[in-house]
């Protein structure tokens, strides 16, 4: 466990190898099953609920019926996570061919809004917890196996793969010294 900034950070973050494959995956994290989709943070609650009418327009019928009757969002003040449609799908999930992609992030695309998506999807399949303070890990999904796979092939880290999201969530200056950290780590370990 490294410490940066108010952040702990796994040892498994620094060495995994990964590079999303969606073209094997399918988009699984749209569509991973158990209810609750993915979390939203408070602050995000109202740019989510504001592209989520905008993306609205990329949605099937189905999927617009069901946000009709359920809403963009289920939970409570710290504890938000997206609609899911039998307990599977996002609410938010649009099908390019057999790949599950974002409506909201096809809107922001194509320009209709800032709001990317919640940073929990963009993060995945790094996860932020809260053990007393934030507790950033990599979350190891079944699903995710081809991501690592095309991640080993590449020789690509995960902080690498994800620099877009962590640069999000965390900033550049944090994104050079988790660099920076995971070269040193790297160092120690092979010395």
Avoid at 97 to 121: L, M, N, Q, W, Y
Avoid at 144 to 160: D, K, M
Wanted: with cysteine.
């Amino acid at each position: 466990m490294i410490s940066l900034d108010h952040l702990l950070i796994d040892e498994v973050v620094l060495n995994t190898r990964f590079a999303c494959d969606v073209q094997h995956c399918k988009g699984a994290c749209c569509t991973l099953p158990g209810g609750a989709g993915a979390p939203v943070r408070d602050e995000e609650v109202e740019d989510f609920k504001a592209a989520g009418a905008v993306a609205r327009k990329y949605l099937t019928e189905s999927s617009q019926q069901h946000l009709d009757a359920h809403g963009p969002l289920v939970g409570r003040k710290g504890e938000w996570a997206t609609t899911c449609i039998d307990d599977k799908d996002c609410v938010f999930v649009v099908y390019n061919g057999d790949v599950a992609t974002c409506a909201i992030e096809k809107a922001f695309h194509a320009g209709e809004t800032d709001f990317r998506k919640p940073i929990s999807c963009h993060l995945f399949p790094l996860r932020v917890a809260d053990f007393g303070g934030p507790y950033v890990y990599y979350e190891r999904f079944s699903e995710c196996a081809p991501g690592r796979a095309l991640g080993e092939r590449t020789n690509t880290p995960l902080i690498v793969s994800a620099r877009e999201s962590i640069v999000r969530a965390f900033g550049e200056d944090f994104y050079n010294r988790l660099n920076e950290s995971a070269s040193e780590y790297h160092a120690e370990e092979n010395a």
